[in-house]
């Protein structure tokens, strides 16, 4: 199994949005509605943010959206903060009970 | 509120078995899936396995011949164990709680650093 493709960086000014892409295959991103979103700010354990594709864990800001077209799942973040500035990963399912992680993306608020 | 920490020794020799264990508080173990992910250093996140509370497991296929999982029931811990280590085992080790049937983290330890050096 080949690891989920992420953009290494996005960025964007405080209040704009920022889309982060995961890039899968047809037998991952492509076929399961298993898509995962974490956080993850330097020295800290990863937060969940997205399940399920589009579903949101109790407590995190309906900022955080996503979605999946295809072989692609995305991440939306809305109204950019300071704090949101932090390493995101895709996760997804890929069969055979196995899981696969994206390489991550740095996204930087301007 | 249910909380994880890992435990084991911070460094290992190369060739040998890396143990840690996770220990589950504020919660009971039954009824989820423990998980465990690493991170290399200033790496991207790989998900090494899980283990369900009832002793089932799944593994990444490139780890598969080194890994194994055990479970405690009675003392709310779930182990790893990875034998064969190489330096290309050095990362940060996580335990994480699978989100009922999603296969999302919902709930993370804080991770334990593991450095394989002679």
């Known amino acids: 199994q080949s690891a989920l493709t992420q953009p290494p960086s996005a960025s964007g000014s405080p209040g704009q949005s920022v889309t982060i892409s995961c890039t899968g295959t047809?037998?991952?991103?492509?076929?399961?509605?298993?898509v995962s979103w974490y956080q993850q700010h330097p020295g800290k354990a990863p937060k969940l943010l997205i399940y399920e594709v589009t579903k949101r864990p109790s407590g995190v800001p309906d900022r955080f959206s996503g979605s999946k077209s295809g072989n692609t799942a995305s991440l939306t973040v809305s109204g950019l903060q300071a704090d949101d500035e932090a390493d995101y990963y895709c996760?997804?399912?890929?069969?055979?009970?196995?899981?696969?992680f994206g390489g991550g993306t740095k996204l930087t608020v301007l | 509120q249910v909380q994880l920490q890992e435990s084991g020794p911070g460094l290992v020799k190369p060739s040998e078995t890396l143990s840690l264990t996770c220990t589950v508080s504020g919660g009971s173990i039954g009824t989820f899936y423990w998980n465990w992910i690493r991170q290399p250093p200033g790496k991207g996140l790989e998900w090494v396995g899980y283990?369900?509370?009832?002793?089932?497991?799944s593994y990444n296929p490139s780890l598969k011949s080194r890994v194994t999982t055990s479970v405690d029931t009675s003392k709310n811990q779930v182990s790893l164990k990875l034998s064969s280590v190489t330096a290309a085992d050095t990362a940060v080790y996580y335990c994480a709680r699978e989100l009922s049937n999603s296969d999302a983290f919902d709930i993370w330890g804080q991770g334990t650093m593991v450095t394989v050096s002679s």
């Open positions: 283990i369900y509370y009832t002793g089932s497991t």
């Open positions: 047809s037998s991952d991103v492509g076929v399961y509605n298993y």
């Open positions: 996760s997804s399912y890929a069969g055979s009970n196995n899981l696969v």
